[in-house]
């Protein structure tokens, strides 16, 4: 049986919805899933066993792109179509490529589109079990796990190659490398404004420990400005902007601690079981970190979970959280190990 996937188009919901692969591999006889994403989400599924392609998705609903497509389409047969995505124009297009029946939400009018319509959970809990929820076509499994069952596959090679580049900075292996992804794309709401604190106290506090910033290219000025506030930028490894989505996994798989907002980057850290201290601020705690190893921060003020991607007021959600707590945080998850 083949089975389309489309996934979330965030690489935090991509990660959050491996789980939703492994229940569908685990149970349906002889499937074969191939996933349907965009290219910039493409490396989160690579080397996975349960996938047996990826298969990219136009980034806009063209004539010739839904050609492109549907020709792919009907060279594999597809026994239904699985939308993790709540959007119509994704409903629509794997319609318009010859995909059904589809599976999904009854979401903004598509209901008409579904062979299998799901009714949208008043409370969606965590979105891991929102997920999983689909591919089990709105069943809610009491078993349900509550961390991860399946994580991206980093190879051995691929940590070699950051070793290597890491050697460039002298990187000491027997002693912590902190990572720190201090930016999200959703919009400046979602960044913690004092990472130029923290990163001088465990500077001042832990002389040994080695400082890795990670963000994308278009944090790269946010990147600048963060390091022109603290007395030793020169100490800190700065990466963003310079790796590829599966060479910022790779280098977050070697970090012995990681800080980050509620963010990609975050969920990448949590999944791969890295120590991890979470600060969430304006978003809702649907997407809290699930491993053992990490915890999160919230204040809960009366103006969130508000979904801004710009504060308008004055961003007291985030200003609530000290860096004294959240280094105090990392210091804990980080002994816990």
Known sequence: MNIALRTPNWIGDCIMSLPAVKSLWDTVPGVSIYVFTRSHLA??????????????????????????????????????????????????????????????????????????????????????????QIVSSGKTDSNAKSAYSLTPRVLEEEKDRIREMLGGWAVDFSHPLIGLSPFAAYGTAKEWPYFDALMERIQGLDSDSRLMLLGGLRDREKARRLLGRIQNPERVINLTGLLTLRESMAAISLCTGFVANDSGLMHIADALGIPLVAIFGPTTLCSIPLNIRSVYLHRKVSCSPCAHRHCPTDHRCMTGILDSEVYQALQQVMQNC
Not at 48 to 58: A, E, G, H, K, S
Not at 67 to 95: E, P, Q, W, Y
């Open 43 to 132: 490396d989160i599924y690579r080397h996975l066993p349960q996938v047996r392609d990826i298969i990219l998705i136009p980034e806009r609903m063209t004539i010739p792109g839904v050609f492109s497509l549907r020709k792919r389409v009907r060279s594999i047969d597809f026994s239904r179509g699985i939308l993790l995505t709540n959007s119509f124009g994704s409903a629509l297009l794997f319609r318009l490529a010859g995909i059904k029946p589809l599976v999904g939400y009854r979401r903004e009018g598509r209901g008409w589109l579904l062979g299998g319509g799901i009714e949208f959970p008043r409370d969606i809990g965590h979105y891991l079990t929102f997920y999983q």
